[in-house]
C-alpha cells in the first residue's frame, strides 16, 4: 500500500492526507468542480476531478471515483465519513477492483446499516435494545397495538434511515397513523425503503457512545466513550470524553456491550457503537456507525491514538499493536463543529467566499479545517468548516480552553455557529454536565447572539472612511497615517 | 467637516458620527459618545472583491484587535470574538422607511431557486409566501415583507442565484 485515494473533501479529507503523509503514504484526493481551490485539493499530492458540483455527480459517482483510483495508481481508498462511508456496494466495487478499503468488511457495513438488522444481531449478542417494534406496511392497527404497549412518547425510524430522515416523534395514538404515512414517505425518498419501526421514546436522555477498533489478526479494543449530547436537527455539534456521568462500572458494561456488538459482525477498523443513557443510568443499542467519526479528535486527544494511522495500518494488514491494557485515556477533550449556518434561523445552511479566517492555537488546541480565506463555501454540501477541540486536565480546563478558542477563531463572509456554540459551553447547565439530546430545545429554545454592535459599527464606520477603502491596492503590511490624514479623505455620508 | 454613516445589522439601523478631535476621532454611536485614539492596519489584502484589513484601534482607552472586510454592498466586522455584518444605509434612497419592510425579496445565501409562488402583477399580503429557495439540500420560504403588487420577478424555477439577487419586487400598495 502506497498511494491512498481519499473519496472525500472537506476537513475530513485534510486530516486523511495527514494520516497518509504520517506513514509516508501518498494521498490522493478527489474534487468536484465546486472544490477545485478547497484546502482538500492542496493537501494532496495528486488530484482528480471527479464531476460537478452536486455531490451525485462527482463525490457519490461509484465509477468516477474508480477511474480516479486507476488514472492515479493508488492502491488503497479511504472514504471518510458520509459520502460513500458506510455504502456496502461501494466497499464492495472497491476491493472488487483489486484496491485495499480503508474499513470494516462489507458485510458488517450492510448489517449495521440496516436499523432492523443491527437491532437482531444486536439482541442476539445481549446488548440491550430501545423497547421497539416492527411494522409491517401500512398495518396501522398493529402499529396502534404495538405502540400502546411500549407506552408513548414513541419514535417512528426507517430502517433504512440515518442523520434524522424518516423520523419521527409520536406524543399519542391520534397522530400514529399520519406519522407512519409520512416517515415512509420521507424514507422511500431518502433511501428507496420505505420501511419503518417503532421505539419507545427514551425521556431526555444521553447519547454516549463507545469507540472500537479492530485488526484482522482478531484484536479488538475500546477507546472509551463520548458523549454528544448537544444536538441540533439531530446531528451533533458538540462532543466530549469522558461522558461527564460516567462510572468505572457503567463503562465497563457499555463497552462490553460495544465489545459484544462489534464482535457479532466480525468487526474491523475503527467503528462506532452508540447507546442512549437514560437518567436511571440505563443504556439502550442505538446503532453502529462502521466509519471513522467526525467526533474522532477528542478521543485522539485523550488516548494518544491515531485513529486514521491505525484504520491504514488495519487495512494493510498489520496487528493494531497494542491491546485493551495499553490504552489509558488521560484527562478530558471536547470538540465544537463550526458550521456554515445561521442559528437564529433554524440553522439554516449559509454559503459563499471566505473573506477572512483566523484559526486559533494554544495550549492543547486542535484544529481540524477544511477551509481557508478566499475558498467559497459550496452550497451542495455539508455546511461543517472546521473542528475546533480543546484537552485539559479536567473537564472545566477542557470547556475553558475550547471557550477562548472559540473567541479567537475568526470567519468573515458566510454565517456561523461561532456565538451559539460560546454560549452552550458558558450555559450553568452545560457546565454542570447535566446534558441530555434534547439539552438545545430545552435551554437555547430562541437563541439571539448578546454581543451589542455598538462597537463593531464604529470600527465599520472608522474602516469605511479610510483611503484604502477606495484602494484596493493588494496585499501588503503597512502603517496607516494617522487619523488626521485620514480624515482629510472622508467619503461616507455628510455634507 | 463632520462624517456620518448609517448602519443596519440584524433589523437594527445604527448611526454612527465622526469628528476629529485633538490627536483622534470623537465618535457617536446612537448618541453614545467614544473616543477612537491611535489606528493601525496590518496584513491589508484583496479577497474576492473584498477589502479585507486587520485593524489596532485605541476606543475609550483599550486596545481593541480588529478584522474588517469591505465588498461593495457589505461590511463585516470581527471584534472582541463577535461578527456582525453591516449594510450601509443610504438615506437619499428611502432608507429610513426600511424598519417598515423591504418591497424587494432577496436571496439570504447563494442558492437554488425552487419554486416561484407568484406571478407579475399579483396583490400580495405581508407574510405570504413568495419564493421557496434551496441551499444545502435545505428548502427555505421567502416571503413579502409589506402588502403590495408584484413589480417584477428576478427569479425562474431551477435558476442559481447568488446571495443579495433580487428575487420579487414589490411596489407598495396604496395607503
Known amino acids: 500500500m502506497q498511494r491512498v485515494l481519499i473519496a472525500n473533501r472537506g476537513e475530513i479529507a485534510v486530516r486523511i492526507a495527514r494520516g497518509c503523509r504520517a506513514l509516508g503514504l501518498s494521498p490522493i484526493a478527489v474534487y468536484s468542480e465546486a472544490d477545485r481551490s478547497a484546502p482538500h485539493v492542496a493537501a494532496a499530492d495528486a488530484a482528480v476531478c471527479v464531476g460537478p458540483a452536486p455531490a451525485r455527480e462527482s463525490y457519490l459517482d461509484t465509477k468516477a471515483i474508480l477511474a480516479a483510483a486507476r488514472a492515479t495508481r ?8 458520509g459520502f460513500f462511508s458506510e455504502n456496502a456496494a461501494f466497499a464492495e466495487a472497491v476491493e472488487g477492483a483489486g484496491l485495499v478499503w480503508v474499513g470494516p468488511p462489507p458485510s458488517a457495513i450492510a448489517t449495521m446499516g440496516d436499523k432492523l ?3 437482531a444481531t444486536a439482541a442476539k449478542a445481549g446488548v440491550p435494545l430501545v423497547p421497539g417494534s ?12 404495538a405502540a400502546a404497549r411500549l407506552g408513548y412518547p414513541i419514535l417512528v425510524k426507517a430502517a433504512a434511515g440515518g442523520g434524522g430522515k424518516g423520523m419521527r416523534t409520536v406524543a399519542s395514538e391520534t397522530e400514529l397513523a399520519e406519522a407512519l404515512a409520512a416517515a415512509t414517505r420521507e424514507a422511500t425518498a431518502a433511501f428507496a425503503d420505505g420501511r419503518v419501526y417503532l421505539e419507545k421514546q427514551i425521556v431526555r436522555p444521553r447519547h454516549v457512545e463507545v469507540q472500537v477498533l479492530g485488526d484482522r489478526h482478531g484484536t479488538l479494543v475500546h477507546l472509551g466513550e463520548r458523549e454528544c449530547s448537544i444536538q441540533r436537527r439531530h446531528q451533533k455539534i458538540v462532543e466530549e470524553t469522558p461522558c461527564p456521568v460516567m462510572t468505572p462500572a457503567l463503562r465497563a458494561q457499555m463497552t462490553d456491550a460495544a465489545h ?15 447507546f442512549l443513557l437514560d437518567e436511571s443510568g440505563r443504556f439502550y443499542f442505538l446503532e453502529m456507525n462502521t466509519r471513522l467519526q467526525v ?17 491504514l495500518r488495519i487495512a494493510a494488514g498489520e496487528p493494531l499493536g497494542f491491546a485493551q491494557a495499553d490504552v489509558r485515556p488521560r484527562g478530558h477533550a471536547i470538540e465544537a463543529r463550526v458550521y456554515a449556518e445561521d442559528p437564529q434561523q433554524s440553522f439554516f445552511p449559509s454559503a459563499g467566499p471566505i473573506l477572512a479566517l483566523h484559526e486559533p492555537s494554544g495550549p492543547g488546541v486542535r484544529v481540524d ?23 485539559g486536565a479536567d473537564r472545566r480546563a477542557a470547556i475553558d480552553r475550547l471557550a477562548i478558542a472559540l473567541t479567537e477563531t475568526i470567519v468573515l463572509g458566510p454565517t456561523t455557529n461561532l456565538a451559539f456554540l460560546r454560549d452552550v459551553l458558558a450555559h450553568a447547565a452545560f457546565r454542570a454536565g447535566n446534558t441530555h439530546t434534547d439539552f438545545l430545545s430545552e435551554h437555547v429554545p430562541a437563541w ?13 464606520a472608522v474602516a469605511s472612511a479610510r483611503p484604502a477603502a477606495r484602494g484596493a491596492d493588494g496585499a501588503g503590511l503597512r502603517t496607516e497615517p494617522t487619523p488626521w490624514e485620514t480624515l482629510g479623505r472622508w467619503r461616507l455620508g455628510g455634507t | 467637516m463632520s462624517a456620518q454613516v448609517k448602519l443596519r445589522t440584524g433589523g437594527h439601523t445604527l448611526a454612527v458620527a465622526v469628528v476629529p478631535d485633538g490627536g483622534g476621532l470623537a465618535a457617536t454611536v446612537d448618541g453614545a459618545a467614544h473616543r477612537v485614539g491611535t489606528i493601525v492596519a496590518t496584513a491589508t489584502a484583496s479577497v474576492g472583491h473584498a477589502i479585507v484589513e486587520e485593524l489596532v484601534l485605541e476606543v475609550d482607552g483599550q486596545p481593541l484587535r480588529a478584522v474588517v472586510a469591505r465588498t461593495r454592498d457589505r461590511i463585516h466586522v470581527a471584534v472582541g470574538g463577535d461578527s456582525f455584518v453591516f449594510e450601509r444605509v443610504d438615506d437619499a434612497h428611502g432608507g429610513g422607511a426600511a424598519g417598515a419592510g423591504s418591497g424587494s425579496v432577496v436571496a439570504p445565501m447563494p442558492g437554488k431557486v425552487v419554486k416561484v409562488l407568484v406571478a407579475v402583477g399579483d396583490a400580495v399580503t405581508a407574510g405570504q409566501p413568495l419564493v421557496v429557495v434551496e441551499a444545502m439540500k ?3 420560504t421567502l416571503a413579502a415583507e409589506i402588502d403590495g403588487t408584484v413589480r417584477a420577478l428576478g427569479a425562474t424555477p431551477g435558476a442559481m442565484v447568488d446571495a443579495g439577487a433580487v428575487l420579487v419586487e414589490l411596489a407598495p400598495a396604496a395607503t
Open chain 1, 74 to 81: 493508488a492502491d488503497a481508498v479511504h472514504p471518510g465519513y
Open chain 1, 117 to 119: 438488522a443491527a437491532r
Open chain 1, 134 to 145: 416492527e411494522i409491517a406496511a401500512g398495518d396501522v392497527a398493529s402499529a396502534k397495538e
Open chain 1, 260 to 274: 459484544a456488538a462489534a464482535r457479532a459482525v466480525g468487526y474491523v477498523s475503527a467503528g462506532t457503537v452508540e
Open chain 1, 295 to 311: 467526533e474522532h479528535p477528542v478521543t485522539e486527544l485523550a488516548t494518544g491514538v491515531d485513529m486514521v494511522v491505525a484504520q
Open chain 1, 369 to 391: 479545517s477544511g477551509i481557508r480565506a478566499g475558498f467559497t463555501v459550496p452550497i451542495e454540501y455539508d455546511p461543517l468548516l472546521s473542528k475546533v477541540s480543546a484537552w
Open chain 1, 448 to 460: 439571539r447572539p448578546a454581543a451589542r454592535a455598538d462597537l463593531a459599527a464604529l470600527v465599520a
Open chain 2, 138 to 140: 435545505m428548502e427555505t
